[in-house]
């Protein structure tokens, strides 16, 4: 088949963490910036890079790759330098002498055990032993007597093994050692894996600056720290989607606006930063979209932008155009959104859903088989129209951990058979555009890749109550920052940034585990005590007091939401 007939297929993988990092102390609070960078994010590279024919867009928020930075410095400075680690879980590794008090061990047993218990853990019988003693020991604690120090050793050593990628396991003779080794891991032991992790870290950005290089990845950006843009400018486009949706006290994000352009500015900056060019496209925060968020992107030179396949059906059906059953008919296409100028790619939900859910269970050549299926059925009804485009578009690091061997075989056999197919095109969106008319929406309906509403973030009595929490210190924020030095303003609006973030609220709610709520919930009044710390101002005693529990217990955790 003509190659400008063969269907066009994007794959997009949005890479992205919130800030873990006390900005006062330098402290981490949670390690998932490094363990992902070190499993999804390294193997991720590593299979674009063992099929040259392959294509994707990978996405990243410019929050993550400052955090990538540091641990990368961080580890550089400790194993050349002897310089502090700032967060506590990598510390244990490095350190010779392990915490005495009972508390302390019995967190770090705990933490250690934060990983998939069939993929990550049992996979490894001499992890899965050490596992199997940790709940005896977390319901007596007095035990704590008898457990040893190499116990713990142990523990952290096969914990952080876990958390490599695939793609490591199978290439690094240092960790095929660690791992034939099993038990009995000494101080050398250790900081051998943390040079393995050093190297992982430190060579990232530049293996995907290589892949954008050589055509293979279309790298995009989300703005600075993946903030629902449509809900800074106007809270009120919630109603959009739900008009019933209750909201918060006063709906206006003071200065919201332009709250929203800093963080589209600073996000290109720091993406600039890191890859030596300015991105093409942007995904922007949870696939949130509003003709005002496009209009800001177009203004700041994005070409593309992509969201949920809801939001499009919803636009469409506003527009006057009648249900189509056949998604031929409509979603696998850019559009144009009235006059906001930028080209829009809409993802398919229901094949999305399938790689981040349905086939984790299956096996992967069965997986990879049913896929290139229903994309050789849409290539067959959209013959004769070089203009559509399937976009697959999902989080590229939370769902491997629910794949055998994260998802190794599955991504391989994936890239492998979509780069050979006669009738099927890997391609890249900024590609797509050269050779793609868009269609034109005449009308849109504000919405996220999440059911195509704002509900996941707002809407709650939780969530609301994080949003007056925030306009509360975004007024404190405006009515300081006159009187701070330029150096404090800019710290002081990097910190109001990381509160303005999506993922807090994510966790609000009774729908998630407690045990994340808890986390993001505490991590999130620390970074609002912290900017009232910077502000110079006294924080409101209610940022002492838990306003959110959950309880809930979704697919995967709650890290990914299924349409």
């Not at 391609?427 to 195509?452: D, N, P, Q």
């Not at 910190?495 to 505490?522: I, K, R």
């Amino acid at each position: 088949m003509a190659a400008d007939m063969r269907l066009k297929v994007v794959l997009l993988w949005h890479m992205h963490q919130p800030q873990y990092q006390d900005r006062i102390s330098g402290r981490y609070h949670l390690p998932w910036t490094y363990l992902h960078a070190t499993k999804d994010y390294t193997d991720m590279a590593a299979h674009l890079e063992a099929v040259p024919g392959a294509r994707a867009v990978v996405n990243f928020a410019p929050i993550l790759l400052e955090q990538i930075a540091d641990y990368a410095a961080q580890l550089r400075g400790f194993l050349d330098n002897s310089m502090a680690i700032r967060d506590p879980l990598l510390a244990a590794l490095a350190t010779p002498a392990l915490p005495t008090d009972s508390e302390a061990r019995l967190a770090l047993i705990k933490a250690c055990l934060r990983a998939n218990e069939a993929h990550m853990i049992r996979r490894f019988t001499p992890y899965q032993r050490l596992a199997d003693m940790a709940p005896l020991i977390s319901a007596h604690p007095d035990m704590l007597v008898y457990v040893s120090d190499q116990y713990i050793a142990d523990l952290l050593v096969w914990y952080h093994l876990a958390w490599l990628g695939e793609s490591v396991r199978r290439s690094d003779a240092r960790v095929a050692h660690l791992i034939d080794k099993g038990s009995g891991y000494t101080l050398h032991d250790r900081r051998e894996l943390l040079a393995v992790m050093r190297g992982l870290l430190e060579e990232l950005v530049p293996r995907y600056a290589h892949l954008a290089a050589s055509g293979q990845a279309e790298l995009s950006v989300t703005p600075y720290a993946h903030p629902i843009l449509p809900l800074l400018i106007d809270m009120r486009s919630a109603h959009d989607s739900q008009p019933q949706a209750p909201l918060p006290h006063d709906p206006h994000y003071p200065g919201g606006e332009e709250r929203a352009r800093w963080h589209i500015r600073a996000g290109i900056e720091v993406f600039r930063q890191h890859f030596g060019f300015a991105p093409a496209g942007c995904w922007p925060a949870e696939g949130g979209l509003s003709v005002a968020a496009l209009r800001l992107l177009h203004e700041a030179g994005f070409s593309w932008a992509a969201g949920g396949e809801s939001v499009l059906h919803n636009s469409l059906a506003r527009a006057g155009h009648a249900a189509h059953s056949m998604k031929e008919a409509w979603l696998y296409r850019p559009y144009t959104v009235l006059d906001s100028g930028i080209n829009c790619f809409f993802r398919d939900d229901g094949l999305s859903d399938l790689i981040g859910f349905t086939y984790a269970s299956w096996h992967a050549d069965d997986a990879v088989a049913n896929l290139v299926g229903h994309l050789e059925t849409i290539a067959a009804a959209c013959r004769g129209h070089a203009d559509r485009v399937v976009t697959l578009a999902l989080d590229g690091e939370n769902a491997w951990e629910h794949y055998p061997e994260n998802g190794y075989h599955f991504l391989s056999a994936l890239y492998t058979r979509l780069a050979q197919h006669p009738q099927i095109e890997l391609t890249t969106f900024s590609e797509c555009l050269k050779s793609v008319s868009a269609a034109h929406l005449r009308a849109f309906v504000a919405g996220s890749w999440v059911y195509g509403s704002f509900s996941t973030w707002i809407g709650s009595h939780d969530k609301n109550r994080g949003w007056e929490m925030l306009v509360d210190a975004k007024r404190a924020f405006d009515a300081r920052v006159s009187q701070l030095s330029t150096e404090q303003r800019t710290v002081a609006e990097r910190q109001l940034a990381v509160c303005e973030g999506s993922d807090w609220f994510w966790w609000f709610g009774d729908d998630n585990p407690a045990a994340t709520v808890s986390d993001f919930e505490h991590l999130y009044r620390l970074h609002l005590g912290t900017l009232y710390q910077l502000l110079g101002v006294e924080p409101p005693e209610y940022l002492t007091q838990s306003f959110t529990r959950g309880g809930g217990v979704p697919a995967h955790g709650g890290t990914m939401k299924k349409n």
